[in-house]
Nanobody
Framework: QVQLVESGGGLVQAGGSLRLSCAASGRIFSIENMAWYRQAPGKQRELVASISRGGSTNYADFVKGRFTISRDNAKNTVYLQMNSLKPEDTFVYYC???????????????WGQGTQVTVSS
């Protein structure tokens, strides 16, 4: 099937930057939408940013002007550049991809394993 592997999380001081990466692999025919979500313990995942295959982007209000989502279709990879980080950005971040597999015409959502982002004051 399809696997998504995340990297780039860690500990950073307020005002600093991180870049998250998420690489998809497997029996991929195409990847349509890709997105980053965040989740706190016991809470529902919420959308941070998304990007279509053609490059159209959407951002949550709390990251507009600070975060940038991008993708490299040749590498099946999506990135989240996180600048001007704040302590309230401390969450586990999950990558999501809507994928059409080589075995089907249907699209399915896949999730990365999650990567911790911690911002200290």
């Amino acid at each position: 099937q399809v696997q998504l592997v995340e990297s780039g999380g860690g500990l950073v001081q307020a005002g600093g930057s991180l870049r998250l990466s998420c690489a998809a692999s497997g029996r991929i025919f195409s990847i349509e939408n890709m997105a980053w979500y965040r989740q706190a313990p016991g809470k529902q995942r919420e959308l941070v940013a998304s990007i279509s295959r053609g490059g159209s982007t959407n951002y949550a209000d709390f990251v507009k002007g600070r975060f940038t989502i991008s993708r490299d279709n040749a590498k099946n990879t999506v990135y989240l550049q996180m600048n001007s980080l704040k302590p309230e950005d401390t969450f586990v971040y999950y990558c999501n991809a809507r994928v059409r597999g080589t075995w089907t015409r249907y699209e399915s959502d896949y999730w990365g394993q999650g990567t911790q982002v911690t911002v200290s004051s």
